[in-house]
T-cell receptor, first 113, second 115 residues
């Protein structure tokens, strides 16, 4: 069974631009969660989608948004990029929202210059 | 407030020895889940072990065991017979009760295994 895939793996953007990151969960998994990892703040929860609905949201500004498609693939978008958005963005999938088996992808490393 | 505390920023262990990574948590929920993840330098988070708050026995997965002390709100990870490949960041995480996919992570412990 293929694991969680994230594209692209690396991305360089400039301030003010927007970016879209993609996450394909493990086949059969319907829940996708997104996390931001930075050296200063550590791992922080962004949002979770289940069956195309946002079920939970972390404490991030509205510039961070996401969506999930009918095939469970998810995208997250960051608009008006700031230097502080430079981070490793990780997505995790699980069969159901309450499932404890949450599997992470390799992440997308975003650098904002 | 819900919080995970890992007090050891870095640790060294000799190959083949056991090591304990500390984790304490803070929650007022009765039902919650505790996790340990390993993050090698490649960045991918690897699930190691899970303990539910109502589980009476400590979880074990191969060389990993979780020393769960509910009254003390601690969930330490024990790695037996350390291997060079165990060198990585280790994160303790909690899923609060009623949460749907949300994990709260600690700051992590960097484990270095010496040959």
């Amino acid at each position: 069974k293929a694991g969680v895939t994230q594209t692209p793996r690396y991305l360089i953007k400039t301030r003010g631009q927007q970016v879209t990151l993609s996450c394909s969960p493990i086949s059969g998994h319907r829940s996708v969660s997104w996390y931001q990892q930075t050296p200063g703040q550590g791992l922080q929860f962004l949002f979770e989608y289940f069956s195309e609905t946002q079920r939970n949201k972390g404490n991030f500004p509205g510039r961070f948004s996401g969506r999930q498609f009918s095939n469970s693939r998810s995208e997250m978008n960051v608009s008006t990029l700031e230097l502080g958005d430079s981070a490793l963005y990780l997505c995790a999938s699980s069969h159901a929202s309450s499932s404890y088996e949450q599997y992470f992808g390799p992440g997308t490393r975003l650098t904002v210059t | 407030a819900q919080k995970i505390t890992q007090t050891q920023p870095g640790m060294f262990v000799q190959e083949k020895e056991a090591v304990t990574l500390d984790c304490t948590y803070d929650t007022s929920d009765q039902s919650y889940g505790l996790f340990w993840y390993k993050q090698p330098s490649s960045g991918e988070m690897i699930f190691l072990i899970y303990q539910g708050s109502y589980d009476e026995q400590n979880a074990t997965e191969g060389r990993y065991s979780l020393n769960f002390q509910k009254a003390r709100k601690s969930a330490n990870l024990v790695i037996s017979a350390s291997q060079l490949g165990d060198s990585a960041m280790y994160f303790c995480a909690m899923r609060p009760g009623g949460s749907q996919g949300n994990l709260i992570f600690g700051k992590g412990t960097k484990l270095s295994v010496k040959p």
